[in-house]
């Protein structure tokens, strides 16, 4: 896209008038942008950057900026930055965690979407699990969100898989899923995934989820789904909400198996310091998740 072009495309919002489709690709395209803000911000917040030199850092002038990342977080730099300054100050040291969550979790709580999902764990059978999907029918695609590009994976009865990747690494994410249900049949339908990105960032409908866990997979997984939007808790935080502080290490094994990102937050998992950890679709994708959140609570 020529500069032009661009600069025509960054005046629009993400407005009830535009089509849910052009709302999802303009999310989808001021991601990466954000995505670069957020980690400068992270590491450079206490020198307070000059807005300017942050718009330069980004490839954007002044002007585009702003509306780009105000548009994505629903806030500004300065106050992200502010935000992160008065959480330091009262409480990153007394809860050992990293400044940048502390700051998001800060006062951030209000009704959940995610409490208003109908899990159906067991949607997929355990004889089909074990026959690695034999016999059953999936349709998978590719769409636009707020994110980059979301893959998702989706069952007669409900979502089985979602994830994030670059554009064009679509097949990469689809190998992801595949490799949970080998046997299986796959179908790719873009404009299905497209309606499923419309339902889940758009709509925030309530969504059914269909797949397979062990009993104590579906116990972390319904913990995970208990964090408020805009918190975040750690390994051993979340095996005590289970009921077994000493489960940390197969509570982490259990999040790391989640098929469903977002919707089942594994990103709102700290490390035992506080720190953003390994995350299966990227470290700065967590962190840009926390932020969306924080900015949407």
Not at 24 to 53: E, I, T
Not at 85 to 99: E, Y
Request: glycine share 10%; with cysteine; charged share 25%.
């Amino acid at each position: 896209m020529s500069v032009f072009g661009w600069q025509l495309a960054v005046k629009k919002s993400y407005t009830e008038e535009m089509e849910p489709l052009e709302r999802l690709q303009l999310a989808s395209r001021d991601f990466d942008r954000v995505n670069k803000a957020l980690a400068y911000l992270d590491a450079n917040w206490r020198q307070r950057p000059d807005m300017a030199d942050l718009a330069s850092h980004c490839d954007l002038g002044m002007e585009q900026f702003h509306r780009i990342f105000s548009r994505w977080t629903g806030t500004s730099a300065k106050r992200l930055m502010d935000a992160l300054a008065h959480t330091d100050a009262r409480n990153a040291l007394l809860r050992g965690t990293s400044v940048l969550d502390a700051a998001l979790n800060a006062g951030l709580s209000g009704p959940s979407r995610l409490h208003d999902l109908f899990l159906a764990f067991e949607a997929i059978t355990p004889g089909e699990a074990k026959q690695r999907g034999k016999g059953l029918e999936f349709i998978w695609g590719s769409a636009p969100t707020p994110f980059g590009t979301g893959v998702f994976l989706i069952a007669p009865r409900g979502l089985s898989a979602l994830g994030f990747v670059e554009t064009g690494n679509e097949e990469v994410g689809f190998a992801d899923f595949k490799d949970r249900y080998p046997a299986a049949n796959f179908t790719r339908d873009d404009k299905i995934s497209v309606q499923w990105a419309q339902k889940i960032f758009i709509d925030h409908d309530r969504l059914p989820l269909a797949l397979y866990g062990t009993k104590w997979q579906r116990q972390v997984w319904q913990a995970l789904i208990n964090i408020p939007d805009g918190r975040t808790l750690t390994y051993g935080q979340l095996a005590g909400q289970i009921g077994d502080t000493n489960a940390a290490r197969a509570v982490g094994t259990a999040v790391g198996r989640n098929p469903v990102s977002w919707l089942i937050p594994c990103h709102r998992v700290l490390g035992k310091d506080g720190r953003l950890t390994g995350y299966h679709w990227g470290v700065n994708r967590k962190r840009s998740m926390l932020a969306w959140e924080a900015a949407n609570s």
